[in-house]
């Protein structure tokens, strides 16, 4: 039972449901709301003035020049964090407390993505990460939480058109039969992809709202929201630890630059504007990639194992003093023996330091051997300057060269890849066999198309997985720097030697891991979380499933699901509440005039067209569309006004259209070893219609009866 305005283009108005109370008119809510709502611009107008005059006048309010400086940082992030967007609303529902409630009787809220007050401070919007706003997305008609009417509203390039009640203290709900709820969720997208905060579920913000000491792993149905979730998560914990979370900084990984593009617009919408976004390669640059590896030895490359490999090859720099120090001082020499100098090295590595702190740690404690002999021969402390002195003499140096040599991560890498006695070493007691120490050192013919090395580091040629051997080294040779949290998406497709690249960035604060075994496309994609979480070094971490989606329609949904009994992946399968959208599969002649026809059928819809082919037939589709007239954009080119974006395969993970055309399928699965993989995630891309265009057979696993 619901009182509900609604726009002017429904041609049924329904009228307030019996049993309610009349105090005012349909037409006279929506007007006051409408008014709110202008208030509340006006208002947030005025915040965004205010910062931004402060931030003009910063430098002459402040004390000194750090002041000022620190002073404009904070202001100019304030200015973008008040930015506006007419055609976002400021609230997306409203909250009316009953009388019983002891902290808000009477009180009325309203929700939305920031929080907004009058020039008295009184607020007029509450941000949806306040802690009064859980209440909008998890009271119930069982559970009301004090709430007396959850108030929803319908938005239509930013203006306001329509609102819906549920009269929780009733016991009247809606749930997933609320029109608005369905509109906000089915609603078509053009560009990047938007924020969720009017229509998370409960569901989604217990996991939103998880503490930031928790690491928490979401197994995620294609449609189920995990992405927007891991990001509104982020700005939750934003919200709540910004301090904290401003010094040690927040991070998404994504697996592309076209998926990191896509969600790039969702925390600027919510007000974060200094979140971090990367991929696993743009935090492993150490060096150039410039080859490509052989994918058994990029597999290799990316074992485990290559972590004690490389600890070992590290480890045995370390040597053991073979005699004293003699150091000449003016009249004076100090001598230090074997014993001493072995405990130093001894005890500096039990301490289980990165390599380069150890050698400092090696280089002061010998240094304080000499100063305390100088202490008591001359009766007083010696300077700072001569401490400096005495750590660059020769005999100083030339053990600490000895037995704790200075090492790169990149000279390291070299060394292993182009000294088979060295590799043996590391790899010896069956780590790693003959065969494959063969594979890395080149001396295999399949890893020759690989690195190519040359007589330094610098001139060396490296790949892509040489960086995360190189990434790992650093880790065991200095200090990386982390971060206080870290939102990792598409992470069914991160190897262990990848993981442990992120570990080492969060190795002091959170994570949240997003994927989804199903949709795992790599050679070493996980097929267990508690190993990749392992590997994360968050091995105690919660595994969530979200099946049930919401934006990918259950015909779609039902004909993905049929190649899930061969990804042999042990998840559930995805179920949709949406049972509109439209599936259609079909056998045609000529793939290209049919893609352009079904292509321009879509364009007579509302939304998205994506059309997603095999990598090598990318280009001869945008060559016949283009030749039809049909603009197109690339999948990394997310501002572009062109609807029609023609995606490779590889590129489409975790990206979404409102209506998509699969372009042979038998050819996406023929491309790679787990194709099938692939095919699961390209025909869960689609949020309203998908067509799959054929020539050739489908796989299997699609011909098989439903069920």
């Known amino acids: 039972m619901t009182r509900a305005a609604t726009p002017t283009t429904d041609p049924v108005r329904p009228s307030t449901a019996a049993g309610t109370d009349p105090v005012d008119s349909l037409d006279a809510q929506l007007a006051a709301e409408r008014a709110h709502l202008d208030t509340s611009r006006a208002a947030l107008r005025r915040m965004r003035e205010r910062a931004e005059a402060l931030f003009a006048t910063g430098d002459k309010v402040a004390g000194d020049a750090y002041t000022a400086e620190q002073l404009g940082r904070h202001m100019a992030r304030r200015v973008k964090e008040l930015a506006d967007d007419p055609t976002t609303p400021l609230f997306f529902g409203r909250l009316d407390f009953g009388h ?109 709202r998880a503490d930031l000491a928790d690491s928490i792993c979401v197994q995620g149905a294609p449609g189920t929201g995990k992405t927007a979730v891991g990001l509104h998560r982020a700005a939750y914990l934003l919200y709540l630890h910004r301090e904290r979370l401003r010094r040690s900084g927040v991070l998404i990984v994504g697996p592309n630059r076209a998926f990191l593009s896509y969600i790039a617009a969702v925390l600027p919408a919510l007000g974060e504007v200094e979140v971090e976004q990367a991929t696993v390669e743009d935090l492993v640059t150490r060096v150039p990639v410039g080859a490509v590896d052989h994918p058994a030895v990029a597999t290799l490359k ?5 972590a004690e490999v490389l600890r070992r090859a590290v480890d045995a720099h370390i040597g053991a003093p073979t005699e004293p120090i003699m150091v000449s001082d003016g009249s004076f020499r100090w001598r230090i023996g074997l014993d ?4 130093v090295v001894d005890e500096t590595r039990r301490e289980g330091l990165p390599y380069a702190t150890g050698r400092d740690r090696v280089r002061a404690r010998v240094v304080g051997l000499l100063q305390r002999q100088a202490e008591a021969r001359r009766a007083e402390s010696p300077s700072d300057a001569w401490l400096r002195r005495m750590a660059k003499t020769r005999p100083v140096t030339a053990f600490l060269d000895a037995v704790w040599p200075a090492l790169t991560p990149e000279g390291l890498v070299h060394t292993l890849l182009g000294d088979p006695q060295a590799l043996a070493a590391a790899a010896a007691d069956g780590l790693l066999t003959a065969e ?78 997003l994927g989804d075994l199903a949709q795992g496309t790599a ?36 004909f993905a699901n049929r190649l899930l009994p061969a990804l042999a992946v042990d998840v559930p399968p995805a179920r949709s509440l949406r049972r509109d959208g439209g599936l259609d599969v079909r056998t045609v002649t000529d793939l290209d005039a049919a893609t352009v026809a079904e292509v ?28 039809a007239g049909v603009p197109t954009a690339t999948a990394d080119d997310v501002e572009t006004a062109a609807r029609v974006t023609v995606v490779p395969a590889t590129l489409v993970k975790g990206l979404e259209y409102d209506h998509v055309v699969v372009v ?28 799959v265009l054929h020539t050739a057979p489908l796989p299997a696993p699609l011909t098989a009866p439903a069920g």
């Open 100 to 208: 019983t409630d002891p902290d808000h009787a009477g009180r009325e809220y309203h929700v939305g993505r920031r929080h907004v007050t009058d020039e008295r401070g009184e607020p007029l919007v509450l941000d949806w990460r306040a802690p009064v706003s859980r209440s909008f997305y998890r009271a119930s008609a069982r559970d009301p939480q004090g709430v007396a009417v959850r108030r929803r509203f319908g938005f239509s390039g930013g203006a306001l058109t329509s609102f819906e009640d549920e009269r929780l203290d009733r016991g009247e709900e809606l749930g997933t039969a609320s029109r608005i709820l369905t509109a906000e969720i089915e609603r078509p997208r053009v560009g990047p992809m938007r924020d969720i905060v009017a229509t998370i579920q409960p569901e989604q913000d217990e996991l939103v």
């Open 302 to 306: 990316h074992d485990v194992r290559m």
């Open 340 to 343: 001493p100098l072995h405990r």
């Open 436 to 513: 494959e120490q063969a594979l890395l050192g080149g001396t295999d013919t399949t890893a020759r198309a690989g690195t190519k090395l040359g007589r330094t580091p610098r001139t060396t040629k490296w790949t892509a997985a040489d960086a995360v051997l190189i990434d790992e080294a650093a880790g065991l040779i200095e200090r990386p720097a982390g971060f206080g949290h870290v939102v990792v998406d598409e992470a069914q497709d991160l190897s262990p030697m990848q993981c442990r690249a992120i570990a080492r960035r969060s190795e002091h604060g959170s994570i949240t891991l």
């Open 523 to 558: 050679p070493w994609a996980a097929t267990d979380w508690r190993e990749s979480l392992t590997h994360l070094g968050k091995p105690d971490a919660a595994v969530v499933p979200l099946s049930v989606g919401f934006r990918v329609p259950a015909a779609v949904v039902a």
């Open 600 to 627: 321009r059928a879509a364009l007579a819809h509302d939304g998205s067209v994506g059309v997603i082919a095999a990598d090598d037939a990318v280009d001869r589709l945008r060559a016949a569309l283009a030749a």
């Open 664 to 691: 042979e399928p038998a050819a996406i699965v023929a491309a790679e070893p787990r194709g099938l993989h692939r095919l699961y995630v390209v025909l869960t891309r689609a949020v309203s219609r998908l067509a």
